[in-house]
């Protein structure tokens, strides 16, 4: 299995997990309702992205985003976001979707799991509480 290639240009970006750019989104959601200055073209795109990104929504608030992104510090940004978007439950399955992960101690790699997995439920017990 080939390693992931990031190309050059994204080097120095940051990545954002799919939660992340919701966050973006409903905030400028709220700022363009306020305003009232964006086209319908605009809010309608806005709206199905935001659509599509609550269906592969696995943090539904901010703190568990950034206490999930803490956890993983010692990973490549790449790597982090695709554990946090993917959301794999094994080590195989998480080494098989992102083979880099492989350069890492796999008690390293199951312990960010058993964190994503955590993260995500805490995070879902309360998202059903509201």
Do not use: C, W
């Not at 400028?28 to 309702?33: A, D, F, S």
């Amino acid at each position: 299995m080939s390693e992931i290639e990031i190309p050059k240009e994204f080097e120095d970006k940051v990545f954002l997990t799919n939660s992340e750019v919701l966050f973006i989104l409903k905030h400028k959601n709220e700022r363009m309702i306020n305003e009232q200055n964006e086209t319908q073209t605009a809010k309608e795109g806005q709206i199905k992205t935001m659509e599509y990104l609550k269906e592969f929504d696995n943090f539904h608030t901010k703190e568990a985003v950034t206490g999930f992104r803490n956890t993983g510090l010692d990973l490549e940004p790449y790597e982090l976001v695709y554990l946090a978007n993917l959301a794999p439950e094994t080590y195989d399955e998480a080494i098989s979707l992102i083979p880099s992960l492989k350069n890492y101690d796999d008690e390293k790699i199951t312990s960010i799991l058993d964190s994503l997995s955590k993260y995500m439920n805490k995070n879902q017990d309360e998202y059903l509480d509201n």
